[in-house]
T-cell receptor
Framework: DVKVTQSSRYLVKRTGEKVFLECVQDMDHENMFWYRQDPGLGLRLIYFSYDVKMKEKGDIPEGYSVSREKKERFSLILESASTNQTSMYLCASSLYPPGASPLHFGNGTRLTVT | GENVEQHPSTLSVQEGDSAVIKCTYS??????FPWYKQELGKGPQLIIDIRSNVGEKKDQRIAVTLNKTAKHFSLHITETQPEDSAVYFCAAGAGYNQGGKLIFGQGTELSVKP
């Protein structure tokens, strides 16, 4: 079974802090993704990566950046956290592009910015 | 841009009844339609998916139908049980044709009352 592990279940940060959300997958998947989940808005794609060192903006990249130094690890960075970034963050991976194979999600990190 | 609309946003049924969730998509290039179930405190998990060359797919109590002409697809759960209570997401994707992205619906919170 694919396992996608997000390092923190809950995080509380202050406005202006730099925040790192870490994600590791154990199935040698090429593709990794960061989504944000808000009530009534579904899952919105922040950033994705099809290969090490490669990253692409998703639908809502503003205020975020990512890092993929190793194939199994994909980090989401909030350069200067703001209260409107309070949300549930979901990491996912897939063997092929999502149009060709399913996404495997982690259990999420609930981030609160005060 | 591409869009997936999902209805209803909440659905309450009695145990043993059927539940139907409907989605429409905007991009005619979409050819992959997965459904995810998210239980409390967990990430979404794939429960069934369908490709555009198939009109219907069944897996025990779950079925998905696809109408490409009308650009809509539906999830049907028969003989519902309390453990079916969760948030369900539909999604549409077209591999590299959509930049390798899955577009998600807004989610349906299903409640099955014993």
């Amino acid at each position: 079974d694919v396992k996608v592990t997000q390092s923190s279940r809950y995080l509380v940060k202050r406005t202006g802090e730099k925040v790192f959300l870490e994600c590791v997958q154990d199935m040698d998947h090429e593709n990794m993704f960061w989504y944000r989940q808000d009530p009534g808005l579904g899952l919105r794609l922040i950033y994705f990566s099809y290969d090490v060192k490669m990253k692409e903006k998703g639908d809502i990249p503003e205020g975020y950046s990512v890092s993929r130094e190793k194939k199994e690890r994909f980090s989401l960075i909030l350069e200067s956290a703001s209260t409107n970034q309070t949300s549930m963050y979901l990491c996912a991976s897939s063997l092929y592009p999502p149009g060709a194979s399913p996404l495997h999600f982690g259990n999420g990190t609930r981030l609160t910015v005060t | 841009g591409e869009n997936v609309e999902q209805h209803p946003s909440t659905l309450s049924v009695q145990e043993g009844d059927s539940a139907v969730i409907k989605c429409t998509y905007s991009d005619s290039a979409s050819n992959y339609f997965p459904w995810y179930k998210q239980e409390l405190g967990k990430g979404p998990q794939l429960i069934i998916d369908i490709r555009s060359n198939v009109g219907e797919k069944k897996d025990q109590r779950i079925a998905v139908t696809l109408n490409k002409t009308a650009k809509h697809f539906s999830l049907h759960i028969t003989e519902t049980q309390p453990e079916d209570s969760a948030v369900y997401f539909c999604a549409a994707g077209a591999g590299y044709n959509q930049g390798g992205k899955l577009i998600f619906g807004q989610g349906t919170e299903l409640s099955v009352k014993p």
